[in-house]
């Protein structure tokens, strides 16, 4: 048995890491701070520094180092063909990573003709982010800015008056660790679009792990198809000058602190359009920020995961015409957490990535996840009636919170009448956890169903207000199968807490087989009533109790190991309310810290059949005073007796939970 360890080690990404070969050691030209460096680039290694005045086009099989600025002047076209690698040479000293960049010049020209399976990646040396400049791009259409304006770096010329300019051709380009400082008010981005025009295509990009903006337009009317940005800690989109493009089908993923927006816009308002534009944030922060009378038209967008939903930095600005969202004028209030527009697999091409989402807040029709994807939840994820929530086998849904506070309201329900399909394997399992690791602090897996309860018809939850209970004995709410779930256990108070399972009158037809509750500081498992039937089930240290049920719980549990090795726990199983004898067959339950095993309330029962306990205090525990009928609790045929040790042999081998981790 792989023993559970208490620290979830949640690795959301790593920057990308590739492998450097065929750089150059040859002498490096000394770069002049601006676009030209006045020497001539030597064509014969692969060694990029100096100015470009002719046609060129590099060699896909060679790694080329960027050693300094280098700057395509107006006339030349750097061509780049697919798979081709170009590594920036600086550390993090901001004197030298602000001379290290790619610049095209006004009149000039790039061609990057990476492909799906095989992109143009540009990152750095050390693959820290900052630690270079990017891909400057400067061309010739309009900006507020005015004709031959001079960029906040590189003293590069842009803009003119011809917005159809053509500086070239970007497709499938990897840009990774850019955004170099120069002060508070300058910085290199991971691609800077200074006037470009709308005859230059810019399609399937990623900026990943800058310093600063993933990309900003400085005016112009370039437009970008199939953009992915990750952990660029300033903006992921940026704009100013009067910027008139359109970007479509975006992924913004945030995964670390101190970043400032998903995107930002400043100055006059060209209406630029974003279509399909879906932001994820696992820690907070703003996502959409518009300064001055800065304006865009939005739609289909989704936001999960921030603080803030839409800011607004000038003070009492109250006509937000100009900021279009999904089709209305923007409201503050709103979260815009609608289902994400566009997913994070349609940028599978971006090798050597991780891919983290964040699970919408409410799914309304049949909603599938991806098992090669990790899932955020920072809130209350509710599957509605009529929806069904698929997770595939291997998918991990790992809960974000920092505080108790948080705690009890991060959880996944699945209410009357929708339905959940776990899909994990053997070899594969399904994970839900939390990033602290810590016992309590999530709330965990809750099931509503339409089974019958003593509480009634439509009862109230004592978490969530969730309504559960019907009349149907058999109602179906889906599919457990190779379920790990841990840390959860959240409290409300003394009487109301959430479990790491919790099933709410859930009927005989839905199937639950091969889970695992792990270090919760309530119940693993609790049933309200119903009638459904667990087999196969591992508990560790959850602090309450291992097993509960109340209302009337008239299923079972099939091969139970209970394992039990820390002090403040209750009991392995706990009994209470009305006696609908729910039937165990094969418990075993070890403590290595005494306790209670059985505990049965009330006139509570049960039949147990291949029952063995080791290392308890006490075996059974009657807590109703003067209780001496025990022939509502049977344990291997006989009524129960509490004298009786029940140390049989094992009845579960815990080498067939294996698949725990």
Request: aromatic share 6%.
């Given at each position: 048995?792989?023993?559970?360890?208490?620290?979830?080690?949640?690795?959301?990404?790593?920057?990308?890491?590739?492998?450097?070969?065929?750089?150059?050691?040859?002498?490096?030209?000394?770069?002049?701070p601006?676009?030209?460096?006045?020497?001539?680039?030597?064509?014969?290694?692969?060694?990029?520094?100096?100015?470009?005045?002719?046609?060129?086009?590099?060699d896909?099989?060679?790694?080329?180092?960027?050693?300094?600025?280098?700057?395509?002047?107006?006339?030349?076209?750097?061509?780049?063909?697919?798979?081709?690698?170009?590594?920036a040479?600086?550390?993090?000293?901001?004197?030298?990573?602000?001379?290290?960049?790619?610049v095209?010049?006004?009149?000039?020209?790039?061609?990057?003709?990476?492909?799906?399976?095989?992109?143009?990646?540009?990152?750095?040396?050390?693959?820290?982010?900052?630690?270079?400049?990017?891909?400057?791009?400067?061309?010739n259409?309009?900006?507020?800015?005015?004709?031959?304006?001079?960029?906040?770096?590189?003293?590069?010329l842009?803009?003119?008056?011809?917005?159809?300019?053509?500086?070239?051709?970007?497709?499938?380009?990897?840009?990774?660790?850019?955004?170099?400082?120069?002060?508070a008010e300058?910085?290199?981005?991971?691609?800077?679009?200074?006037?470009?025009?709308?005859?230059?295509?810019?399609?399937?990009?990623?900026?990943?792990?800058?310093?600063?903006?993933?990309?900003?337009?400085?005016?112009g009317?370039a437009?970008?198809?199939?953009?992915?940005?990750?952990?660029?800690?300033?903006?992921?989109?940026?704009?100013?000058?009067?910027?008139?493009?359109?970007?479509?089908?975006?992924?913004?993923?945030?995964?670390?602190?101190?970043?400032?927006?998903?995107?930002?816009?400043?100055?006059?308002?060209?209406?630029?359009?974003?279509?399909?534009?879906?932001?994820?944030?696992?820690?907070?922060?703003?996502?959409?920020?518009?300064?001055?009378?800065?304006?865009?038209?939005?739609?289909?967008?989704?936001?999960?995961?921030?603080?803030?939903?839409?800011?607004?930095?000038?003070?009492?600005?109250?006509?937000?015409?100009?900021?279009?969202?999904?089709?209305?004028?923007?409201?503050?209030?709103?979260?815009?957490?609608?289902?994400?527009?566009?997913?994070?697999s349609?940028?599978?091409?971006?090798?050597?990535?991780?891919?983290v989402?964040?699970?919408?807040?409410?799914?309304?029709?049949?909603?599938?996840?991806?098992?090669?994807?990790?899932?955020?939840?920072?809130?209350?994820?509710?599957?509605?009636?009529?929806?069904?929530?698929?997770?595939?086998?291997?998918?991990?849904?790992?809960?974000?919170?920092?505080?108790?506070?948080e705690?009890?309201?991060?959880?996944?329900?699945?209410?009357?009448?929708?339905?959940?399909?776990?899909?994990g394997?053997?070899?594969?399992?399904?994970?839900?956890?939390?990033?602290?690791?810590?016992?309590?602090?999530?709330?965990?897996?809750?099931?509503?169903?339409?089974?019958?309860?003593?509480?009634?018809?439509?009862?109230?939850?004592?978490?969530?207000?969730?309504?559960?209970?019907?009349?149907?004995?058999?109602?179906?709410?889906?599919?457990?199968?190779?379920?790990?779930?841990?840390?959860?256990?959240?409290?409300?108070?003394?009487?109301?807490?959430?479990?790491?399972?919790?099933?709410?009158?859930?009927?005989?037809?839905?199937?639950?087989?091969?889970?695992?509750?792990?270090?919760?500081?309530?119940?693993g498992?609790?049933?309200?009533?119903?009638?459904?039937?667990?087999?196969?089930?591992?508990?560790?240290?959850?602090?309450?109790?291992?097993?509960?049920?109340?209302?009337?719980?008239?299923?079972?549990?099939?091969?139970?190991y209970?394992?039990?090795?820390?002090?403040?726990?209750?009991?392995?199983?706990?009994?209470?309310?009305?006696?609908?004898?729910?039937?165990?067959?094969?418990?075993?339950?070890?403590?290595?810290?005494?306790?209670?095993?059985?505990?049965?309330?009330?006139?509570?029962?049960?039949v147990?059949?291949?029952?063995?306990l080791?290392?308890?205090?006490?075996?059974?525990?009657?807590?109703?005073?003067?209780?001496?009928?025990?022939?509502?609790?049977?344990?291997?045929?006989?009524?129960?007796?509490?004298?009786?040790?029940?140390?049989?042999?094992?009845?579960?081998?815990?080498?067939?939970?294996?698949?725990?981790?």
């Open positions: 048995m792989k023993k559970t360890n208490p620290k979830i080690l949640f690795g959301l990404l790593a920057s990308i890491v590739l492998t450097i070969s065929g750089c150059s050691k040859d002498p490096v030209l000394e770069p002049i601006g676009g030209n460096n006045g020497g001539t680039p030597n064509l014969d290694n692969v060694e990029l520094n100096g100015s470009l005045d002719e046609d060129r086009t590099l896909a099989s060679e790694t080329y180092s960027l050693t300094g600025v280098y700057s395509v002047e107006a006339g030349a076209t750097l061509t780049i063909p697919a798979g081709t690698e170009i590594v040479d600086a550390d993090l000293d901001n004197s030298e990573s602000t001379n290290v960049y790619i095209v010049q006004k009149g000039g020209k790039i061609d990057i003709q990476g492909t799906e399976s095989n992109p143009v990646i540009m990152r750095s040396a050390n693959g820290q982010s900052g630690s270079w400049g990017g891909l400057i791009i400067a061309g259409a309009n900006t507020t800015a005015g004709a031959n304006a001079t960029a906040e770096v590189g003293g590069i842009y803009g003119g008056s011809d917005d159809n300019d053509n500086s070239g051709s970007i497709s499938y380009l990897v840009l990774s660790d850019a955004g170099a400082q120069i002060n300058s910085q290199f981005n991971g691609l800077s679009l200074y006037a470009v025009g709308a005859g230059t295509s810019i399609q399937n990009v990623a900026m990943i792990n800058g310093a600063d903006d993933g990309v900003e337009f400085f005016g009317a437009s970008i198809t199939n953009a992915y940005f990750e952990n660029n800690e300033d903006d992921a989109v940026d704009w100013t000058e009067g910027w008139s493009g359109t970007i479509t089908n975006t992924y913004v993923l945030h995964t670390i602190s101190n970043f400032s927006t998903a995107l930002e816009a400043d100055g006059q308002n060209n209406n630029p359009k974003l279509i399909n534009f879906t932001a994820v944030s696992t820690t907070g922060g703003t996502a959409l920020q518009f300064k001055k009378q800065s304006g865009a038209t939005i739609t289909g967008l989704s936001l999960s995961g921030y603080d803030t939903a839409v800011d607004i930095t000038e003070d009492g600005r109250t006509d937000l015409s100009g900021i279009q969202l999904n089709g209305a004028d923007a409201d503050l209030s709103k979260a815009y957490t609608e289902v994400p527009s566009v997913e994070s349609t940028f599978a091409w971006i090798s050597n990535r991780g891919q989402a964040v699970l919408p807040e409410t799914i309304n029709s049949d909603y599938s996840l991806d098992g090669n994807t990790e899932y955020v939840i920072s809130g209350v994820v509710s599957v509605e009636s009529g929806a069904t929530l698929t997770i595939p086998a291997g998918t991990k849904i790992t809960a974000r919170s920092d505080s108790e506070t705690s009890t309201s991060i959880y996944i329900v699945v209410q009357k009448g929708g339905k959940i399909d776990i899909q394997t053997e070899s594969n399992p399904v994970v839900m956890s939390s990033t602290s690791g810590q016992p309590g602090s999530w709330g965990g897996l809750v099931i509503a169903g339409n089974a019958v309860s003593t509480a009634g018809v439509n009862a109230t939850a004592e978490v969530g207000g969730i309504l559960y209970g019907g009349d149907d004995p058999q109602d179906n709410s889906g599919s457990i199968k190779y379920l790990i779930l841990k840390d959860a256990g959240a409290q409300i108070n003394a009487e109301s807490q959430y479990n790491g399972l919790s099933l709410y009158a859930v009927g005989a037809g839905t199937t639950i087989e091969n889970i695992a509750m792990l270090n919760g500081a309530d119940d498992v609790e049933f309200f009533g119903g009638s459904v039937t667990v087999t196969n089930a591992y508990f560790e240290n959850n602090e309450d109790d291992q097993i509960d049920w109340t209302e009337g719980w008239s299923g079972g549990v099939t091969n139970a209970i394992y039990l090795t820390i002090d403040n726990f209750s009991t392995a199983m706990e009994g209470d309310g009305q006696n609908m004898m729910p039937e165990f067959t094969n418990l075993t339950a070890i403590s290595e810290t005494g306790g209670i095993a059985l505990q049965f309330k009330k006139q509570s029962g049960a147990i059949t291949g029952l063995s080791s290392g308890f205090d006490t075996n059974i525990d009657i807590t109703e005073t003067g209780r001496v009928d025990l022939s509502g609790i049977q344990i291997d045929g006989v009524d129960a007796n509490i004298t009786t040790a029940y140390d049989a042999e094992a009845s579960v081998d815990v080498s067939m939970f294996n698949w725990v981790e």
